[in-house]
């Protein structure tokens, strides 16, 4: 499954907010309250990997061994997590007035979303620092996917959530074993539980963005739509945003292969970020041109994966918007719902809410030209539709087989 070294390619960590450099040899949370980067030798892998030497590797994000903070494949923690499809979407392209529609479907992981690249990484690095216990806050499918990596290395999980997360995300984490909680409050409620908890019960906290290797699990999406696109990255990439984990993991992977010399392209995407009129925090720091982003209040939304009402990784979003040349979008939320359902009826791909999100967001950007009909766009799909009842709920018309079947009807 893996890629097998006998070492890694790390060659420090360090603190985003300020640039120190900062040993990887023992388990790390925070600096200076903010996220951490994990920093290659990029000089010393180009060196010993080509292109070409990816393709006679299995098709699962260990591929890109080198770029990876893992090397001990005893640790490694893994279900299997596999490179996802980009497909093209011809008919709901034509709909909308676009030439190349695509969506990198992250639904065909092995949790059902994008949560599994970032927990597969996340445990496996607990694992290789012999972590036994450990505890995050979720809006929904990382909870699930933490609970499912953390049963397949063994570890005690403990997940807080909203009140109102989606029923299925609530029992996929109590079935991997969890102990699930439900919260009367938001995710950052559920956050400081798990803070609060750290020293009474000896918890390692995996909430977004407060241990570095969850970036480098989410990298592996830009690692892979690089490949997949024969190493010239597409134009727009829309990316539903919450935490940011994805983007800003996107981005650090597209820099990452331009400092190697293994990108074929000209530019680098421009990367919008898209969130919902009932929690756009980063949206609204985008727009007022700050560094950081004021925290929302009564945040709601049908998209739980983006009702964060602040991220602590905000700055770091906002910095990779904004080299991209790209934007942050708040679509109305009425609109949400009906993209998912119009999204999956179109193309047969189990779209979710955040992901209904980004395509009311592709439309509003080629109305007011932040998008060209012509460009090549790709809309990440980070979980399945079937994880959300509460969004495709509807109510079947019933047949009777005790009276014939009206087939006007029909």
């Known amino acids: 499954m893996t890629a097998t070294l006998t070492t ?57 061994a080198e770029l990876l903070p893992a090397y001990d494949a005893n640790k490694i923690v893994s279900l299997g997590e596999g490179m996802t499809p980009v497909l093209s979407c011809p008919r709901l392209a034509g709909k909308m007035g676009l030439s190349n529609l695509f969506v990198k479907d992250e639904s065909q ?95 390692f906290d995996l909430s977004t963005l407060k241990e ?89 939304t049908i998209a739980r994966g983006i009702r964060v009402p602040g991220a602590v990784g905000d700055f770091m979003i906002l910095d990779a918007i904004r080299q991209s040349g790209g934007t942050a979008v708040a679509v109305d939320e009425a609109a949400i719902t009906p993209w998912m359902l119009r999204a999956t009826a179109t193309e047969g791909i189990s779209i979710c809410p955040e992901t209904g999100a980004c395509f009311a967001a592709v439309e509003q950007c080629l109305a007011d030209g932040t998008i060209s009909a012509d460009e090549n766009i790709v809309v990440f799909n980070t979980g399945a539709s079937q994880k959300y009842a509460e969004a495709i709920a509807c109510q079947l018309p019933l047949l009777d087989t005790n009276q014939p079947i009206d087939w006007t009807a029909i």
């Open 8 to 64: 890694n390619f790390v060659s420090h960590l360090e603190g985003a907010i300020d640039g120190e450099r900062i040993s990887p040899e023992v388990i790390r949370t925070l600096h200076h309250e903010r996220p951490i980067w994990v920093r290659y030798d990029l000089e010393t892998i180009s060196s010993i990997l080509s292109k070409e030497d990816l393709l006679s590797r299995p098709s699962t994000i260990w591929r890109y």
């Open 109 to 203: 992981l092995p949790t059902g979303s994008f949560k599994s690249r970032g927990m597969a990484l996340a445990i496996t690095m607990a694992n290789h620092f012999g972590i036994k216990s450990v505890a995050l806050p979720t809006a929904g499918n990382a909870g699930g996917a933490a609970a499912a990596y953390a049963a397949r290395a063994g570890m005690q999980c403990y997940v807080f959530m909203p009140q109102d997360t989606p029923m299925i995300n609530q029992y996929e984490a109590s079935a991997a074993g969890a102990h699930a909680f439900l919260v009367d409050g938001l995710i950052n409620d559920c956050g400081r539980i798990v803070s609060d908890g750290k020293e009474p019960m000896g918890w």
């Open 212 to 300: 570095p290797y969850r970036i480098e699990g989410k990298k592996t999406m830009g690692l892979e739509l690089a490949e997949q696109f024969n190493w010239k990255l597409p134009d727009v990439i829309f990316y539903p945003t919450g935490g940011g984990t994805g983007l800003i993991g996107m981005w650090k992977a597209f820099n990452e292969l331009r400092q190697m010399g293994w990108l074929d392209s000209a530019t680098m995407p421009r990367m919008i970020a898209v969130q919902s009129t009932g929690c756009s925090p980063i949206v609204n720091a985008f727009n007022n041109g700050t560094k950081h982003a004021t925290p929302v209040q009564n945040a709601q």
